[in-house]
Nanobody, 124 residues
Framework: QVQLVESGGGLVQAGGSLRLSCAAS????????MGWFRQAPGKEREFVAS????????IYAEPVKGRFTISRDNAKNTVYLQMNSLKPEDTAVYYC?????????????????WGQGTQVTVSS
């Protein structure tokens, strides 16, 4: 059974940093492209970033470009999201997931095996 477990969220002041982790089990991690999404109250889940199987290729949503960095450690079955220069509008529950399609995608419906999420709150 595939399981993704996020951690690392918390409360931080604007301008601060957090590093999220997502530990995977029950799957061959290295053959899956992984993504991070977020969902703020009253809003739809939105794409944040994704990373290729090797970690050599990454994609970012415009609002986080230059501030967030996605990476992975296939030896540890873990994907990370380093978040710097955080803004109040980054406040959301952050989820990791694995892409279930063969095409590159930023659409939540093209990802699966969602974790339970980790809350990130940025105060102004």
């Amino acid at each position: 059974q595939v399981q993704l477990v996020e951690s690392g969220g918390g409360l931080v002041q604007a301008g601060g940093s957090l590093r999220l982790s997502c530990a995977a089990s029950g799957m061959i991690f290295s053959i899956n492209e992984m993504g991070w999404f977020r969902q703020a109250p009253g809003k739809e889940r939105e794409f944040v970033a994704s990373v290729s199987r090797s970690g050599g290729s990454t994609i970012y949503a415009e609002p986080v470009k230059g501030r967030f960095t996605i990476s992975r450690d296939n030896a540890k079955n873990t994907v990370y999201l380093q978040m710097n220069s955080l803004k109040p509008e980054d406040t959301a529950v952050y989820y990791c997931a694995r892409r279930t399609t063969i095409w590159v995608s930023r659409t939540a419906s093209d990802f699966g095996s969602w974790g339970q999420g980790t809350q990130v709150t940025v105060s102004s």
